[in-house]
């Protein structure tokens, strides 16, 4: 089926929205795609990564210049993920996402940035799923779109340490019976899960990990996947909270 582009000018916000819609019902349930929507107000910026998006098959469905429209669109189009800029030209970009998280949860969010900044700490303790520099590859820009999809957490072992004390510093508060879950936990996973468990809540990477313990990364991989699992937590955030809480970390 032939593709129907919708272009609609907004007046009574700033900017524009583009919307994409396919026609007909032809498009088998197995078969759907990740559904992206692209915020980002540098038209350069927009036209690399739609094209890379669309090179891999997954499908924009929307672009937004600015934050009232991008709020718009996501609560109008669910996407799969929230490809946003956090240094939208006139709006505050770790409220978006707080927005966008009370209005469309189901819409995982990564950051677009120029550089790791703690900006970026702040948006992922809002909400967002994880940060993409605007430099990378775009097969890099296409793997964190994919992981993020999957609800996995897209940070480098640099911020995930930043992430862990930022917790720390917002005092959340650790849990009366914390040593109960701490034992629970313990519990839960093997040895060789609790030593990559911590080390996952310090802000280490999978490369580290294994280098560390001297195991290769897709058997690190592994682990990780089970521990989450056992604790039934999403994603690497999620541990450190849990660890935070916990006292373990």
Not at 149 to 165: N, P, R, T
Not at 205 to 210: C, K, T, W
Not at 216 to 224: A, D, V
Request: net charge negative; with cysteine; aromatic share 2%.
């Amino acid at each position: 089926m032939p593709l129907l582009v919708v272009c609609c000018w907004l007046e009574e916000a700033p900017g524009w929205v583009r919307v994409y819609r396919k026609t007909g019902h032809c498009v088998a349930e197995h078969s759907r795609r990740i559904t992206v929507v692209l915020i980002d107000d540098e038209e350069l910026v927009r036209g690399a990564v739609a094209q890379a998006l669309s090179a891999e098959g997954l499908e924009l469905v929307g672009e937004a210049t600015n934050a009232p429209d991008a709020v718009k669109m996501v609560v109008d189009l669910r996407p799969d993920v929230v490809v946003i800029d956090i240094k939208l030209e006139g709006s505050e970009g770790v409220a978006t996402i707080e927005t966008l998280g009370l209005l469309a949860p189901a819409s995982r969010v990564l950051i677009l940035t120029r550089t790791e900044q703690n900006r970026v700490v702040e948006a992922i303790v809002a909400g967002a799923y994880g940060y993409i520099l605007k430099t990378a590859r775009p097969d890099a820009i296409i793997a964190a779109v994919k992981a993020t999809a999957a609800g996995e957490s897209v940070i480098s072992s640099q911020i995930a340490g930043k992430l862990l004390h930022r917790i720390r510093d917002l005092g959340i508060p650790i849990a009366s019976d914390s040593g109960s879950t701490a034992n629970a936990i313990r519990a839960a996973l093997t040895p060789r899960e609790l030593e990559i468990f911590t080390r996952l809540a310090s802000g280490a990477s999978n490369h580290d990990i294994a280098h560390e313990l001297g195991l290769s990364t897709n058997t690190i991989s592994n682990h990780i996947a089970s521990i989450l699992a056992k604790l039934h937590l999403e994603n690497r955030i999620q541990l450190a909270v849990q660890a935070v809480r916990s006292g373990i970390s």
